[in-house]
């Protein structure tokens, strides 16, 4: 089905690998359609409950951009890929499903911008991360210097975009760029175990978590309201119901995303 992915569907979880290891993974103009077209299917298909996003070999999740498509481009092609890459990011961002980076290694450029768009981030312990841009006279333009900003504050965004450096797997994790660091063998196994765990919870509430959370970051909302208005709308749902019923019988909620 994809030229540039792998997917795999299990216990009603998608593992979407990154897939052109040739090229240390790295994103280019087909891939970022298929990236658009997989994150369809997560947001359509109900037996997807969650997903994650990894890449192919132990080097590399995305080492950056396909340079090559760059050479040709007009500032008008170049603001329509941006604005391409922005929209799939911004749907991965606001999935309602949750949606996690297992960074399997070098995450540069436009694979830290996938890994900073997902709703966090589990690395190995030899994972890389940077937006390396301006080495190529360039910016991050997949919301990069936007999400790496929120994630770890303007200061420390500004020093690894303006130096390029790289930030090690532990490094990013002191940073707040990182949740967890751990070996390449168990960085699936945590990615799973953690999916697994929040599929147990009620699925509209993990929706409703994602979207105001999203809205404490954005400027045009008034996140206190929205939370307001999300906590309101939970009373109208059978999970509520559900929840409240099992808690007080002392058993486990049977949540059915109603």
Request: aromatic content about 6%; proline content about 3%.
């Amino acid at each position: 089905m994809y030229q540039t992915l792998s997917t795999q569907l299990d216990n009603h979880i998608l593992i979407i690998t990154i897939n052109r290891p040739d090229k240390m993974n790295a994103l280019n103009q087909l891939m970022m359609a298929e990236l658009g077209l997989v994150v369809d299917e997560i947001y359509s298909n109900k037996d997807i409950k969650g997903a994650i996003f990894t890449g192919a070999g132990e080097k590399a999740f995305v080492a950056g951009a396909d340079i090559s498509e760059f050479l040709s481009l007009s500032p008008k092609q170049g603001e329509e890929l941006a604005k391409s890459g922005h929209v799939v990011f911004h749907r991965i961002e606001n999935s309602p499903k949750p949606i996690i980076a297992a960074v399997n290694g070098f995450a540069l450029g436009g694979g830290c911008e996938l890994a900073m768009a997902c709703h966090f981030r589990i690395a190995s312990d030899n994972a890389k991360f940077g937006q390396p841009e301006v080495n190529l006279g360039l910016i991050p333009g997949y919301g990069g210097t936007q999400r790496l900003t929120q994630l770890v504050g303007k200061g420390k965004a500004l020093e690894l975009m303006m130096t390029a450096d790289m930030l090690t797997a532990h490094e990013a994790q002191s940073w707040g760029l990182v949740n967890h660091v751990v070996t390449q063998a168990e960085l699936l196994p945590k990615a799973l175990s953690i999916l697994q765990k929040i599929q147990t919870k009620a699925p509209l509430a993990i929706a409703r978590v994602v979207k105001c959370v999203n809205t404490a970051l954005d400027k045009d909302q008034d996140g206190f309201e929205t939370e307001i208005k999300e906590f309101a709308a939970s009373f109208a749902t059978k999970d509520l119901q559900e929840g409240a019923e099992a808690f007080i019988q002392k058993r486990k909620a049977n949540f059915t995303g109603e």
